[in-house]
């Protein structure tokens, strides 16, 4: 249970710090956003829990595909801030192009050769 709590104050510090930066700095804040520092502690925690080699490379591997459709979000939600459409209907617009690119992946990925 300790390790579990470790992990998730370990995860949830990672976005304190995010945010924090990104309110002085929104650039520095992005450019830490988008390292994969989530990937790679759960690619070390899964590492950690199971050290199965095959397991962390389809993690892997699965990661880059899923990674793919949440990237248009990125756009969509500045995009939109910018004519006016307030934050969260912005952000929730994002979140739904995001959830129907991931369904399509799923649905697309296979008949691709790609396992995810």
């Known amino acids: ?3 579990l709590i470790l992990k998730a104050l370990l995860s949830g510090l990672m976005i304190a710090v995010v945010s924090e ?3 002085r700095s ?3 804040g992005g450019l830490i956003a988008s ?10 925690w899964l590492w950690r829990d199971t050290h199965d080699t095959m397991r962390l490379a389809s993690h ?4 880059f595909w899923f990674v793919l459709p ?5 756009l969509l939600v500045p995009a939109l801030l910018r004519r006016g459409v307030p934050f969260w209907p ?4 994002g979140c739904l192009l995001t959830m129907g690119l991931y369904l399509l992946m799923i649905w697309a990925a296979p008949r691709l050769g790609v396992r995810v």
């Open 90 to 93: 912005a952000l929730a617009g």
């Open 1 to 3: 249970m300790g390790y």
């Open 60 to 63: 892997g591997e699965a990661t």
């Open 35 to 44: 390292l994969p520092l989530v990937s790679v502690l759960g690619m070390m």
């Open 70 to 74: 949440s990237l248009p979000m990125f």
């Open 26 to 28: 929104p650039g520095l």
């Open 21 to 23: 930066i990104a309110k």
